[in-house]
């Protein structure tokens, strides 16, 4: 992506076009938490489900810099042991073989991280086109 900045005259013109790019922060927090989303959306499609509360406790927690992909809790308890696997129950009676990367959530984001990647490259374009600078795009 390069970003050209927009032609200006004079000192007004410049103060303006610093002032519109300087928001273009408050954009990210809603870009992340999209990209976040695709990763869930494609999680939740390969959980298993038998009461459907694993599936359903997959979320996304957003914050000022960052947007998370966070799944079991209270509703689903269980979720990282699906994911993982490993021992669990009355002397670690039932057996999950454990993988090292999880069965969902990191295979979820592997497979889409390309389109994700996209995703926040053209929102974070769109963010800086819509303050008035140009953004040519390139892949």
């Known amino acids: 992506m390069i970003i050209r900045p927009p032609k200006v005259t004079g000192e007004r013109e410049v103060a303006a076009g610093l ?11 809603g870009i992340l938490e999209d990209a976040a989303k695709a990763v869930a959306t494609a999680a939740a499609r390969t959980v298993p489900t038998r009461t459907g509360a694993a599936r359903g406790s997959i ?37 999950r073989r454990y993988l090292r990367r999880g069965r969902y959530l990191q295979p979820a984001y592997e497979q889409n991280r390309t389109r994700i990647d996209g995703a926040v490259d053209d929102g974070l374009a769109d963010a800086i086109e819509a303050r008035g600078v140009e953004v040519t795009r390139g892949r």
Do not use: H, M
């Open 19 to 29: 002032a519109a790019l300087d928001t273009i922060p408050d954009a990210i927090p």
């Open 59 to 95: 979320r996304v927690v957003g914050a000022a810099q960052a947007a998370t992909v966070t799944a079991g809790g209270s509703k689903a308890p269980y979720f990282g042991w699906l994911d993982y696997g490993g021992n669990v129950g009355r002397k670690k009676s039932v057996k």
